[in-house]
């Protein structure tokens, strides 16, 4: 019986940034970190753009992101939901080790890539019956309603091919994360879903949520094209400076979102997309406010700082420790894990997985990321 030939490695040669943007541009999806402008964006990282040629016939791109070590002429190589390639049908021995052999020659000692494969799925309900179960720690504790043949088949080639999957505690690692919550806005045949069908998908809480804020007159806004996102980015800055203060991580600058909103527009704009990035708005009698963790709508307005001097503070949700006057002034603590607070005497509600993640997924994504020393 005849040994099946593989097919022959392609090649991995620099490519410039708009055959790159016209090769994203004709498939059907693909992820902003894989997008030039992105790179312009991590200005800390040096970029390249990569093609995968069989022949003369560009067949993939990626975007690489060098990052350089302390004091050596040594880089990481990160290639962050890429590359760019037809992961159901391109055979992983032809091309990821091209790939390796191309950074290697540009000085990285490793390198990290983030395939875009679903190798399973979990239903709302299969994780919300997974919290109230003791038993159940972590997501990988619950059977996935669907398993993937085209995401195990990469996970087990790129295994074969010596890369390392990356191992985090609760599923959760340093790159991008592994388990994405995802709210369907297509039927299965690709039909649009009407605003009913999309409330369906989610649980009675977020329901209720949703038309509180339309009852309370919340109205939310889209900036359209490059100028109007620029022109709402203090505002939007401001908020998030709020929310890093009180969730406790280190904000960045509003440089740094000014550079993204220029350098994703461009992008767009070059393949006549004027819509390329967008930003969001929820305003309630003319205030922006910012979400809590989840969907619960915020609990005061905070823009408005004359109107929180007026005395006129209004909240669209009272926060708990202030439904009983007599539970006010007793010490709040921050709890190790969840990295919230709660009373002194009291056990914080367990969750599954780390802090971070959503208490309803419907859809996840495990992304396999991987490393491997080239030699």
């Known amino acids: ?29 693909a992820s902003f970190l894989q997008t030039p402008g992105w790179g312009r964006v991590k200005s800390e990282w040096r970029r390249e753009s990569i093609g995968f040629f069989d022949g003369e016939s560009l067949v993939g791109v990626a975007l690489v ?56 799925r979990w239903s709302a309900q299969q994780v919300k019956d ?20 085209a995401g195990a088949r990469v996970v087990t080639q790129l295994r074969e091919l010596g ?15 592994q388990f994405v919550f995802q709210v369907p806005l297509r039927d299965a045949d690709g039909t649009a879903l009407d605003e009913d069908a999309v409330l369906k998908g989610m649980n009675q809480l977020w ?5 509180k804020a339309a009852k309370l007159g919340v109205e939310v806004t889209a900036s359209e094209g490059r100028e109007e996102a620029l022109a709402r980015l203090e505002d939007f800055h401001a908020l998030y400076v709020h929310t890093a203060e009180r969730d406790h991580f280190t904000p960045r ?51 408005d700082d004359a109107r929180r001097t007026r005395g006129r503070r209004r909240r669209l ?20 894990v969840q990295g919230r607070h709660r009373r002194r005497g009291r056990r914080a509600r367990r969750r599954v997985g780390p802090p971070a993640q959503p208490a309803a997924l419907q859809g996840l994504r495990a992304l396999h990321g991987a490393q491997v020393r080239t030699r």
């Not at 949700?317 to 190790?336: D, F, I, N």
């Open 163 to 177: 890369w390392r999957p990356q191992v985090a505690d609760g599923g959760f690692a340093a790159g991008q994360p």
């Open 1 to 29: 019986m005849p040994t099946p030939t593989r097919p022959a490695p392609l090649q991995v040669r620099e490519i410039d940034e708009a055959t790159h943007r016209e090769h994203l541009a004709a498939r059907a999806s």
């Open 65 to 120: 992101l060098y990052r350089q070590l302390p004091k050596v002429k040594r880089f990481l190589a990160y290639v962050p939901e890429g590359p760019v390639l037809d992961w159901a049908e391109v055979d992983l021995a032809s091309a990821l080790p091209a790939l390796a052999a191309h950074v290697k020659a540009r000085g990285a000692f490793g390198i990290r890539i983030g395939p875009p494969v679903v190798t399973a």
């Open 253 to 303: 600058p509003l440089s740094y979102f000014r550079v993204m909103v220029e350098a994703l527009a461009t992008d767009g704009e070059a393949v006549g997309e004027s819509d390329r990035i967008r930003l969001y708005e929820a305003r309630h009698e003319g205030l922006l406010h910012r979400q809590a963790r989840g969907p619960r709508l915020q609990r005061g307005p905070v823009a």
């Open 207 to 211: 329901r209720r949520n949703i038309k």
């Open 130 to 149: 997974g919290i109230a179960d003791d038993d159940v720690r972590r997501l990988g504790d619950l059977a996935p309603t669907e398993r993937d043949t």
């Open 317 to 336: 949700r009272p926060p708990r420790h202030h439904r009983h006057p007599r539970l006010r002034g007793l010490p709040r603590r921050s709890h190790p």
